[in-house]
């Protein structure tokens, strides 16, 4: 069983569910959620993930759970590649941490929690092993032991429990949207402008201009002398 890096960042993805979520968890609640993985295709289901609050205060890791489906690509338009992974897991534990996490960021910067690269950009970052063991171990003295959660595979697909981040990322694709249509027509009404009609008249009225006939040459005086003899 592997270990995989999570990244939740409050500035990009405001989360108002997840109080509600941590309650049901802490009530032993099996909830189910989607995460983006980055480029991560190596994760399977059974590995372990532990989430990481950053960009803001409190920084550390809140939450953990069981990855219940292997990386699957969702359609997004906004990205280059045209879709992004996702992963389905499970929570196991998962705190409010708007209000405070389990292991703040400045403890993961002591030995051995310092060999991992916490702060990444994306999702999808393996745990190194010897940050694994300490992590694990650690977060099993602050949470409890606890066997993995009993989960019925949903028939239809996971959703997210961040509703409100995803639609105001929809939102701001649809006014992107608008914006484009906007300029686009825009900068046609003003090519248009640009070029009145009788511009056009002209160049077509020049067009029907013909060359005037080159004269002969006068000939020369050899030529005349020439001619008289």
């Not at 906004?78 to 499970?90: E, H, M, N, P, Q």
């Not at 429990?161 to 686009?184: I, L, N, P, Q």
């Not at 008249?201 to 008289?228: E, F, G, L, W, Y």
Request: aromatic share 8%; with cysteine.
């Amino acid at each position: 069983m592997t270990a995989f890096l999570l990244i939740w960042s409050p500035k990009k993805w405001p989360w108002p569910e997840l109080p509600d979520l941590a309650k049901r968890v802490a009530a032993g609640v099996a909830v189910a959620d989607v995460w983006g993985c980055g480029f991560a295709r190596s994760i399977l289901p059974g590995d372990r993930v532990f989430l990481h609050r950053v960009a803001q205060e409190p920084k550390g890791i809140f939450g953990s759970g069981y990855v219940t489906r292997a990386p699957y690509e969702v359609p997004d338009p906004a990205t280059k590649r045209g879709y992004r992974l996702c992963i389905d897991f499970v929570y196991d534990w998962v705190v409010d941490a708007h209000e405070g996490v389990v292991i703040p960021r400045e403890m993961l910067r002591s030995h051995p929690f310092s060999v991992q690269t916490w702060d990444a950009q994306s999702s999808g970052t393996v745990i190194k092993p010897m940050a694994e063991g300490a992590l694990e171990k650690r977060w099993a003295e602050l949470t409890g032991k606890r066997k993995p959660p009993k989960f019925d595979m949903p028939a239809g697909p996971t959703r997210s429990s961040k509703v409100t981040a995803h639609a105001a990322v929809e939102k701001r694709a649809a006014d992107g949207r608008t914006v484009t249509k906007a300029k686009e027509a825009a900068k046609r009404v003003a090519t248009q402008v640009a070029t009145p009609p009788s511009q056009s008249v002209a160049t077509q009225d020049s067009r029907r201009i013909t060359k005037p006939a080159t004269r002969p040459a006068a000939k020369t005086a050899t030529a005349k002398r020439a001619h008289k003899n």
